[in-house]
């Protein structure tokens, strides 16, 4: 391998920069800025630049450095580099890039923007760091380090109360799904005595029973780690409280690169899921698919333009899950890749919209912004067509390919196959209806009448972003992964693309006899209490709310209660004060009298005989 | 000369103090901090130049003049890898703690002569390698903290909290008072002695009788416990040091609260390894109490404070169970989270007390967006609190990962619930508080608080916060320092010893057997604790899945103690010659190996120390010990390893084995590596009729003590 060097400049390039802003640039917003937009694109570069000297496939995959030894335990700092890693990488510092620009435009008028920018190239960092892990631990580690970035960016404006608190969620669910991302990386160490996964691959190869009945308990603690991060169904209920950060925040982190990381992890371990004994796959599929559904219902019914893409997002993330869940881990990062450009475009487009619209954030407030705002009404479009998976646009490959997978015969089912149509038709449809809303049909405030097209160092961004969102079907991105990951199947099904091709076609009609020209919604008399619920987030909340919160609350009260009267009170006190009574019926017997001590000493004389002699 | 002057500046500082005219109001916090300054470069000198290659004692210093001939009392000082970080981090938090005392207002001059007085005995009680001393440190230090509580407090608590504290932890210290010289008499009335290496030396030889080791060791687990707030013995820490002034609480919390599991480390566990056998699954009980308990309460608490001391509770649980996992990682890690904690600690009670100063309150519901108002104290106190709940890149996470690495194999379901009282619970209430106090809109209340702007009062934030991040970023910088000396202590606490055979056979016979169910002879070894200690011990035997643990230890050799039951088929990888699977590297070729992650590193010892490919590690490290024995003879400045090389000599690798054959202790080597092939059917009385301690110790010993003699000799003070 040549250039081993460049690999970790670009994983502490950004590092340097977040330090740099942290401790020198807090005052200067351009140097700030520049500090951190070079360090990401840099990266670019250089990443382009050693593909193009290394290939996509490397000589020596790994470099590694020693960051803890004792005993047993040996943890490396190691990068590992496949394409897998080196497809991530230009995502995570081209798309990341081209949103650090955007931000720039977007955060101007912000007093925090060089707080904002710290907070990004440590996100950068980070996410660098899960990409390049070559072990359990180092990716742990990072994997907690994002979760702090984006605890820090979702609380970038921590004086509002709802900031402060979604902050505080999305890092306490992620913290729940960490838990057994922890236990089954203690798990899996205790089982083959190293945390570097091409051992533990190579050692799986010789043993696939290595981990004998534990197999399928390892696979899902495992998984826990991606329920949490990917936001999965039960744990999904952060991502749309996040969006209370900032709009490019909510695009790079919770939409392109983060939330996937889940997705990528499970690809990344894929060997260790996959095993013949174990059973985790089927879940695995299960949760994904439900989450996609669930998510894709509830989006039907939400008025806020960035919770509508959030909950898009869980849906495509379900959709991804369920991919790796079907065993084809290749169609998974495939609609990872060109999720990752699309949504972050939508995510853009929407920011470039909410600039417009003064932070008006409701659909039904909006309306006619399609002459208003030409490029973001474009480029959203095609952003829109291409997450419903309308050919050629990138969309319709991968998402096609998922479709696909769910009929394999070893790994899928027709069940799921059944939910993922109509989760494609449920895409069709949310989606249809923002559009139609958003940028169609009569301006519904005054809003709409002072809003104009962002400046340019917010449009070129997203036009940078609109080329791969429509081409992203023809770079060869399918093939890279397919090479390193297996080639699952080959060619589309042809159910399949019937099957999603009838679905974008049915979702599209629902929604324009729905939405064309609409004032407000139909949708909840038409439906009733299913709306509702949807609105509602079907109660999930609520439900945490009254059971696992309740339930931690209750404890703590209980332990509160126990320490302070119990413990504090009747046993320290308790001792205290039996020892004080003690002392106090002593004084009794010290009366200064004289007679007393007389009769005192005649009468322990007399027991003292009696038990000597008298006996 | 740098660790005595480390120890000896600080009271002569104080004396010093005594003699400053009233009328001179700065000059006591100059001298404070000039001495605290000095101690802190010398902490730093003496962490630098600690060399991590060799196991013994370094900078080995006796201070003439304090000490008792008669009595065989010496102030002899020393520094392994147990104290080292331990001995930096204190003088660290002495000088950050003096830097923030300027919040004293009355009487400064005698707060700065007790806060002196408290440092030099917090230094000198980890540094003393004299068991009286070491307790002496102890108490020197404990007394000015019950003064400076009960003049200088603050809260309506105060006078409660003072007595709270000073019966609890003089009631602690008593006990294990009580079992040091219970330990003291141990040995026969001619070979007593204070000094704790010759101490450990002698019962590593001669291995107390068990049923005294299960007598004692509880008094100094429930003592030391009783200093560390070991649950249930905790409700002094929150209230104490809520009440305490800031410095107190940052070198008590900090730095002297770890005498306790120093003590535990150093001294009750390797000198009474079958006590520790079995009262070590009462503790790993116990310290969910700390872990999860305090933690819950910690969620409910309306102080800050009281909430970082009961997480400062919560968080000893998991130096608590690293001990208990009795095996080089927990125990390493133990040590990391011992000075990592100190620096936690010290941080976040300044931050408070920084906090408290300025807004005269610490009433969380009265706060809300200070850090709109303080944004370097709020973002120092986001950096506390996220490194209280484990998060990379602080020490705290290192720490406490090596403990759940550790203490998985031994005790798997604690290890979960720890974990989620560190990832979760942790993460409850340390969150909270950052919402609450520094997020949200700003109380009118605080609209005057200032924020620390001067960098000369910002540094002893910047420094504890750095010192927390190098070790998290850099762990080995601290590891391969505390690895050799923890190595020792663990050998020795699970190495093959006469008095445990039967604790051993019986895990032996357990081994097919249900995990759950202790067999009869550990029953009956269990009853001497009394009925709740059997109890307790049966639960915990429930929740250890590895109750033949100490069995397969002894049988793979203390080399391989991190492995547990479940490890057994790399014993045949052991026995074939090296350049096997055992390396690791050898799975992987693609990989291309750079070099160590440790840009401090400072000796090329440790380059030396990497293991050679293809040469699996224990070889390596025994070989390592071995020249350390032998080169005794030639006199070199550290003194070689003080306890006797006992168990590696049983796990030579095969390339030493044939050179060992003639040699005494081959013969043990030998038959260990018999049994290692035919598979552990225990170590008979036929096959080697000597039981494996005594036979090898005493041909150990005497080769020991002619090597020992000259570099014992200690450099005394002033040289």
Known sequence: ?615 | MTLALLILLPFLAAIGLAFVPKENEGTPRVIALLTTFFGLLLGVKLFWQFDAAQTGYQFVTTIPGLGAEALGIHCRLGVDGLNVGLLLMGAIVAFAATCVARDIGERAKEFYLLLLTMTGGILGAFASLDLFYFYFFHELALIPTFIMIGVWGRGEDKNYATFKITMYLSLGALIALFGLIALYLQMPAGQRTFDIPAMTQYFAGQRMAAQAQQLIFPALMFGFGILVSLWPFHTWAPLGYGAAPTATAMLHAGVLKKFGLYGLIRVAVPLMPDGAKQWLGVLALLCLGNILYCGLVAMRQKDLNLLIGNSSVAHMGFVFLGIASLNLIGVTGAVVIMVAHGLLAAVSFALSGYIYQQARTLEISRMGGLLQQVPFVGMALTMAMLAGCGLPGFANFVGESMVFFGAWKTFPVVTALACWGALVIGAVYMLRAVRNILHGPLVDDWKDLRDLSNLWRRLPFAVLLFTLLLFGFFPRLLTDKIRASAEVIVNMANGGMPGNRAANQAGHSNTTGLAGEPSQDQRSLSLHPGPIAVELWTFSGVLNRNPNLTLTQKALGSETLGFGAGELHRLDSMAVPPGGEGAKGASHESVSRTVAFTPFQRSTAESAHKQPKGCGPHSFRFKDRGHGSQAADVSHEPIPSPYPPQQPDSTADNTDYADKNSSPSAKSAKSVVKELVQGFNGRDAAENPLPEGEGQSEGERGSEQSGRASPLEDRSFGE
């Open chain 1, 1 to 615: 391998m040549k250039l081993q060097v460049l690999p970790w400049l670009i994983l502490f390039l950004p590092l340097l920069a977040a330090a740099g802003i942290t401790l020198f640039t807090l005052n200067n917003r351009e140097r700030s800025a520049g500090l951190s937009i070079g360090a990401i694109v840099l990266g670019f570069v250089l990443t382009l630049f050693f593909i193009a000297v290394n290939d996509w496939e490397p000589a020596g995959k790994e470099t590694v450095a020693s960051w803890l030894e004792v005993g047993p335990l040996q943890v490396d700092f190691g990068l590992r580099l496949d394409p897998l890693s080196l497809m991530m990488l230009l995502i995570v510092t081209g798309v990341g890039g081209a949103i650090h620009i955007y931000s720039y435009g977007y955060m101007h008028e912000d007093r925090g923007v060089a707080r904002y920018f710290a907070g990004l190239s440590l996100f950068t960092f980070s996410m660098l760091g899960i990409v390049l892990a070559n072990n359990f631990l180092q990716l742990f580690i990072f994997w907690e380090l994002v979760g702090l970035s984006s605890y820090v960016l979702i609380g970038f404006w921590f004086e509002r109360p709802s900031a402060a608190a979604a902050s505080k969620k999305a890092f306490l669910t992620n913290r729940l799904g960490d838990f057994g991302f922890l236990l089954g990386i203690l798990l899996v160490w205790d089982t083959f005595g190293t945390l570097n996964f091409s051992s533990i691959q190579v050692e799986l190869i010789r043993n696939p029973a290595a981990l004998g009945s534990l197999a399928t308990i390892a696979g899902l603690l495992i998984f826990c780690g991606a329920v949490g991060k990917s936001a999965q169904f039960p744990l999904h209920v952060w991502l749309p409280d996040a969006m209370e950060g900032p709009t490019p925040v909510s695009a790079l982190i919770h939409a392109a690169t983060m939330v996937a990381a889940g997705v990528y992890m499970l690809c990344r371990v894929f060997f260790l899921l996959d095993l013949p004994d174990s059973h985790a796959l089927e879940v695995i599929a299960w949760i994904g698919g439900i989450t996609a559904l669930l998510a894709a219902l509830i989006a039907t019914q939400q008025n806020d333009i960035k919770r509508i893409l959030a909950y898009s997002t869980l849906s495509q993330l379900g959709y991804m899950v369920l991919a790796v869940g079907v065993a084809s881990p290749a169609p998974a990062m495939y609609h990872l890749t060109t999720h990752a450009f699309f949504k972050a475009l939508l995510f853009l487009g929407a920011g470039s919209v909410i600039h417009a619209m003064h932070h008006e954030q409701d659909i039904w407030k909006m309306g006619a912004l399609r002459r208003r705002m030409p490029v973001t009404f474009w480029t959203f479009l095609l952003a829109s067509l291409a997450l419903c998976g309308l050919p050629p646009l990138s969309g319709f490959f991968s998402k096609d390919e998922i479709i696909a997978a769910t009929l394999t015969p070893e790994h899928g089912h027709p069940a799921l196959f059944v939910l993922a149509v109509m989760v494609a038709l449920l895409t069709t449809f949310y989606m249809s209806r923002l559009v139609l809303v958003a940028f169609f049909g009569p301006a519904k405030s005054h809003g709409v009448d002072h809003a104009h097209e962002s400046p340019k160092v917010m449009t070129v961004p997203l036009l940078a972003l609109a080329v791969p969102s429509v081409l992203g079907g023809f770079f060869g991105i399918a093939e890279l992964y397919g090479h390193q990951l297996g080639e699952t199947h080959s060619g589309y099904h042809v159910l399949a693309v019937v099957a999603s091709l009838g679905a974008v076609i049915f979702g599209l009609a629902f929604a324009l006899g729905l939405y064309w020209n609409a004032a407000q919604d139909p949708l909840p008399e038409k439906l009733g209490a299913l709306a509702q619920a949807a609105r509602n987030r079907f109660y999930f909340d609520e439900l945490y709310e009254a059971t696992v919160i309740k339930f931690q609350e209750i404890a703590a009260a209980i332990a509160a209660w126990f320490d302070e009267w119990i413990v504090a009170g009747l046993l320290v006190r308790g001792a205290h004060g039996a020892t004080e009574l003690f002392g106090r019926g002593l004084r009794l017997a010290q009366t200064g009298n004289l007679q007393t001590y007389a009769f005192l000493f005649v009468l322990s004389a007399a027991v003292v005989l009696y038990f000597m002699i008298g006996r």
